[in-house]
């Protein structure tokens, strides 16, 4: 009965396209945002955030973003290629927050939605909203000349901004993090890479749009760098150390998890590329909160940070020694006994440990900073 029903809808919606939600609006012609401003990013997220508010008027950069959103955080997921996170799940939230933005976040039942939110969508276009939009980047054809990615590629949290859709052709023009103009995808790629049914965050239909700057609008840094250190010193204090505490040793046992030895070339590509590549910024999220302080400090916020750079600048380059070392046996692994193998994660484990150091002694700058009252 219910496959019945699925088959009168669409006989219904004949006209409109069943397959197409988007069509299900009645739009036509175009709902676009003109003269859109792009700026090229780092981060998928914090990026797609910048170009949606600097369109709508705010003063914004991308350090800032990370940093009052408190990115910086520390997991480590083990399996045949292990994953590294190093920000916080919910730095949007708390960023808009500490900037004092109203945003909006809509989640349709994919199920069961009608138009998936593309007539709210098409709504904000033509108040002159960007929509950011969650998709798995598997499916954006121009990231892969022009098909989609290969299964290993399937991450359902990225986020790109709408800035227009052409309903008569089947178009969005999208901004996405390092590209510096609007990228074109058809709709039908949009809105399966919005639909993904992946097992890596499956971005369930989500989408988000923020309020447009009221007149004469600015930031109140204070604010800003205080949520920020507050947010970074709860995440240290919560799991952040204590990942990387236990984050030598977890190196130094690879092969108990990931033991498939034709691979581990790749997998220390990949575990490189989590670090400096994968929308991180560099360094694991540090280098744009670096930026961050240095931006603050420039603007005569918090002239006590200064020791906090210093100590961000060692930790960052304790993170480029490990991604480097990961690199460099990602080109001769293959050739390696596994004695050899094994002495070379004991050095892995001593890069790891000189990582929680120096993040241990950048956590004690910032307590020095934000000392609990």
Not at 252 to 273: C, T
Not at 339 to 359: C, F, Q, S, T
Request: glycine share 10%.
């Amino acid at each position: 009965m219910k496959n019945e029903f699925a088959l009168l809808t669409c006989a219904v919606f004949a006209v409109t396209g069943c397959a197409e939600p988007w069509k299900r609006t009645g739009s036509q012609g175009t709902a676009m945002i003109e003269g859109a401003r792009i700026i090229p990013g780092k981060h998928c997220e914090s990026s797609a955030m910048m170009n949606a508010l600097v369109n709508l008027g705010y003063p914004v950069t991308e350090p800032m973003i990370t940093g009052a959103g408190g990115a910086l955080s520390f997991g480590f997921e083990k399996g045949t290629f292990p994953f590294i996170s190093a920000r916080n799940a919910d730095m949007r939230e708390r960023f808009f927050a500490a900037a004092g933005i109203g945003w909006h976040r809509s989640a349709p039942d994919i199920e069961n939605s009608k138009d998936l939110g593309w007539g709210e969508i098409c709504s904000r276009l033509e108040s002159g909203t960007p929509v950011i939009v969650r998709v798995d980047m598997r499916y954006l054809p121009y990231r892969y000349g022009g098909k989609y990615g290969p299964s290993y590629t399937s991450f359902g949290w990225h986020m790109v901004t709408l800035f227009g859709i052409d309903f008569d052709r089947g178009l969005a023009f999208v901004s996405d993090t390092e590209f510096a103009e609007l990228q074109t995808i058809g709709l039908r790629d949009l809105t399966k890479a919005r639909t993904s049914r992946t097992k890596a965050f499956p971005p369930q239909g989500e989408y988000y749009w923020a309020d447009k700057a009221p007149e004469n609008f600015s930031f109140d840094r204070d604010i800003m760098v205080a949520r920020s250190l507050e947010t970074v010193i709860g995440n240290y204090e919560t799991h952040t150390l204590a990942a990387l505490e236990r984050y030598g040793d977890d190196l130094a046992d690879l092969e108990s998890y990931s033991a498939k030895a034709f691979l581990l070339p790749a997998v220390f590509e990949y575990m490189a590329g989590n670090i400096e590549d994968f929308g991180t910024g560099g360094a694991s999220f540090r280098m744009l909160y670096r930026d961050f302080l240095a931006e603050s400090t420039a603007q005569g916020v918090g002239a006590e940070l200064a020791p906090a750079l210093s100590a961000i600048d060692a930790s960052i380059d304790s993170w480029h020694a490990l991604s480097s070392e990961f690199r460099s046996l990602s080109r001769v692994v293959k050739g390696l006994k596994k004695d050899e193998r094994l002495e070379a994660y004991g050095h892995l484990r001593d890069l790891a440990e000189n990582i929680y150091e120096r993040e241990k002694a950048f956590y004690a700058e910032l307590k020095k900073i934000r000392p609990e009252e």
